[in-house]
C-alpha cells in the first residue's frame, strides 16, 4: 500500500517561512551532530536528511534572489 503525505514543498512556502524552516533544520542538524559525536544517535540517515533539507531551503532562496535580479535588471532595461 503506497504511504500518501502531504509534504509542503519549499517552492510553495513564502520567504519568510522558508528561512524560519531553514532556520529549524540548522538547529535540528546541530542537535543530531551533537548526538552523533556523543555516541546516543541511534539513526544516523536523520544526518543526511537535515542536509538535504538544508541544500532544498538554500537552493530555493538562491533561486528567488536570482529572479528578483534578473527582474530588477528587466526593469532598468525597460
Given at each position: 500500500m503506497a504511504?500518501?503525505?502531504t509534504t509542503t514543498t519549499a517552492s510553495d512556502l513564502d520567504t519568510s517561512s522558508i528561512v524560519?524552516?531553514?532556520a529549524e533544520e540548522k538547529d535540528r542538524l546541530f542537535k543530531l551532530r551533537l548526538q552523533n559525536a556523543?555516541?546516543?544517535l541511534d539513526?544516523?540517515?536523520g544526518?543526511?536528511?537535515a542536509?538535504?533539507?538544508i541544500a532544498r531551503f538554500e537552493t530555493e532562496l538562491r533561486a528567488r534572489?536570482?529572479?528578483a535580479a534578473?527582474?530588477?535588471?528587466r526593469e532598468e532595461k525597460a
Amino acid at each position: 500500500m503506497a504511504r500518501t503525505t502531504t509534504t509542503t514543498t519549499a517552492s510553495d512556502l513564502d520567504t519568510s517561512s522558508i528561512v524560519e524552516r531553514l532556520a529549524e533544520e540548522k538547529d535540528r542538524l546541530f542537535k543530531l551532530r551533537l548526538q552523533n559525536a556523543t555516541g546516543t544517535l541511534d539513526n544516523t540517515a536523520g544526518l543526511r536528511k537535515a542536509r538535504k533539507e538544508i541544500a532544498r531551503f538554500e537552493t530555493e532562496l538562491r533561486a528567488r534572489e536570482i529572479e528578483a535580479a534578473e527582474a530588477l535588471a528587466r526593469e532598468e532595461k525597460a
